[in-house]
């Protein structure tokens, strides 16, 4: 059974940085593509970066592009946000997930952890 959990969510000021973290649990890690998304009160959830399992490919929201990072550490099974420049827009829970190929869909991911906060305050 894979385990995905977050950390790293915050209250920050308007243009602040913050990096979240999602360690899994499993061998299946080092084979997957993973992906962090978003959900704001009251809105659904939505794509925010992907990142296919060697790290040779990503995908961002229009949105973050230029500001967030994805990145991978697989011998510590982690992948990572690097958020800066936050705006207050980027306030939501932000979760983790797995998937067998990078992708942009939600709907496509086998896995999820209980995600994390990141609160930006103008």
């Known amino acids: 059974q894979v385990q995905l959990v977050e950390s790293g969510g915050a209250l920050v000021q308007a243009g602040g940085s913050l990096r979240l973290s999602c360690v899994a649990s499993g061998r299946t890690f080092r084979t997957y593509a993973m992906g962090w998304f978003r959900q704001a009160p009251g809105k659904e959830r939505e794509f925010v970066a992907a990142i296919s399992w060697n790290a040779g490919t990503t995908y961002y929201a229009d949105s973050v592009k230029g500001r967030f990072t994805i990145s991978r550490d697989n011998a510590k099974y982690t992948v990572y946000l690097q958020m800066n420049s936050l705006k207050p827009e980027d306030t939501a829970g932000y979760y983790c997930?797995?998937?067998?190929?990078?992708?942009?869909?939600?709907?496509?991911?086998?896995?999820w952890g209980q995600g994390t906060q990141v609160t930006v305050s103008s």
């Open positions: 997930g797995m998937n067998p190929r990078v992708s942009v869909y939600q709907s496509t991911y086998d896995y």
